[in-house]
Nanobody, 126 residues
Framework: QVQVVESGGGLVQAGGSLRLSCTASGLPFSSCGMGWFRQAPGKEREGVSSINCHGSSTYYTDSMKGRFTISRDNAKNTLYLQMNSLKPEDTAMYYC???????????????????WGQGTQVTVSS
C-alpha cells in the first residue's frame, strides 16, 4: 500500500521560511520522479516544483524560482521543499506526489502523478 505523507506546513509571516517534508512508502521511491503541488481555495491545483529520481534535475514554476528549493534523500525515502521569502500569495495546501508508473523524470503536470499525500497547509500572513 502506497503512503505519501507531508509535514512542515504552518503559519508564517511574509518574508519568512518554511521547510516541507514528504515521506513515501510502498513504492520504489528512488526510481520515481517526485513533485510538490499546491492548491489555494477556489483555484486549480498547480505545479510548484519537481525533481527527477536521481535528484540531478529540478523544475520550478516561474514564480517560485529563486525562492524555493526542492531536494530529496533517497536513503530516507524523503522529499523536501525549502521555501524562502514567502509571500501571502503562497498561501495554499501543499501536496507531495510521486510519478505514475515509476517514471524517473520530473514534471509540473498534475496528470503525470499517480500517488498523492493529504497535503499540508501553508499560510503566509502579510
Amino acid at each position: 500500500q502506497v503512503q505519501v505523507v507531508e509535514s512542515g506546513g504552518g503559519l508564517v509571516q511574509a518574508g519568512g521560511s518554511l521547510r516541507l517534508s514528504c515521506t513515501a512508502s510502498g513504492l520504489p521511491f528512488s526510481s520515481c520522479g517526485m513533485g510538490w503541488f499546491r492548491q489555494a481555495p477556489g483555484k486549480e491545483r498547480e505545479g510548484v516544483s519537481s525533481i527527477n529520481c536521481h535528484g540531478s534535475s529540478t523544475y520550478y514554476t516561474d514564480s517560485m524560482k529563486g525562492r524555493f528549493t526542492i531536494s530529496r534523500d533517497n536513503a530516507k525515502n524523503t522529499l523536501y521543499l525549502q521555501m524562502n521569502s514567502l509571500k501571502p500569495e503562497d498561501t495554499a495546501m501543499y501536496y507531495c506526489a510521486a510519478r505514475k508508473y515509476g517514471f524517473c523524470s520530473g514534471s509540473l503536470l498534475v496528470a503525470d502523478f499517480g500517488y498523492w499525500g493529504q497535503g499540508t497547509q501553508v499560510t503566509v500572513s502579510s
